[in-house]
């Protein structure tokens, strides 16, 4: 139900359940966790992409699959742990994760493509925390849009129970390019992830951890975590590298136009 795919330097995680609109049922949350340490642990891997199988991305968590109210509190707890620990191992991801998204990302869906450092849909794709038609919260949704949108557009997107166009979503700064139907959308996944896959893997590495430390800091203290990050890259020969590089590029821009 987890397609694990990789060609080169790129995996690739399939929900493929299309008949059940890719809805993650128990086997899936697990299985999608290892995928993503699969991704972690493989020094080769570059970008991991996440998408759904066949017209739509993912309908959420399949609330018909769960072991409902007489469940033991400890079991709902470790299936929960297990969900969580989707978006606890994108967070932590060295590589950068993109989502490709067709159709509908809804409730946890919503919450999955949201997990990824970067989305891709088409423009005809929705969204939406649906968790409200059932009159409960979307719990983890709730912690994600806190860190990525503005209180009143998050506020706005967890409390209605309604679907928003992916334009409404671009507009928001929550989805990062926008494609007109699948095959657009599919050159502009393979364009995106190569330019990622182009970039030097320990500086994609250094970025997100730094933006993860960061991102909670008052500014004086991650102006600091930025200068030591600087101290450690000149120490490194990294800076003095990058300068090189710099120099041979002008030299041969510069020779070929006074070719």
């Not at 932590?92 to 949201?114: D, E, I, K, Q």
């Not at 912690?143 to 506020?155: E, I, T, V």
Request: charged fraction near 25%.
């Amino acid at each position: 139900m987890i397609r694990n795919e990789t060609a080169g330097p790129v995996r690739r995680l399939v929900l493929d359940r299309p008949d059940k609109r890719n809805a993650l049922n128990w086997e899936m949350i697990p299985a999608l966790v290892e995928g993503i340490h699969a991704a972690a642990a493989d020094a080769s891997c570059r970008c991991l992409i996440i998408t759904g199988a066949g017209d739509t991305f993912c309908a959420g968590r399949d609330l018909g699959a769960g072991k409902g109210r007489e469940a033991e509190l400890e079991d709902v707890l470790a299936d929960d742990d297990a969900y969580q620990a989707i978006f606890e191992a994108l967070r932590t991801l060295n590589c950068p994760s993109v989502a490709v998204v067709r159709g509908h990302a809804v409730a946890g869906g919503f919450t999955l493509a949201m997990g990824c450092d970067f989305v891709l849909a088409e423009k005809e794709a929705k969204f939406g925390a649906l968790e409200m038609r059932g009159g409960f919260p979307a719990a983890v949704n709730t912690s994600l849009l806190s860190h990525l949108a503005g209180p009143r557009q998050a506020l706005e997107l967890l409390l209605s129970a309604d679907t928003f166009p992916a334009e409404r979503l671009h507009e928001m700064g929550l989805i990062n390019r926008l494609a007109d139907g699948p095959d657009e959308l599919e050159a502009l996944a393979a364009e995106f992830v190569q330019g990622l896959v182009d970039l030097e893997p320990v500086a994609v590495r250094l970025t997100k951890e730094t933006l993860r430390a960061v991102s909670t800091m008052p500014l004086g203290e991650a102006l600091t975590v930025s200068k030591q990050l600087n101290a450690l890259l000149m120490a490194s020969g990294r800076i003095d590298k990058a300068a090189d590089i710099f120099a041979r590029a002008k030299a041969a821009r510069e020779g070929k136009s006074g070719g």
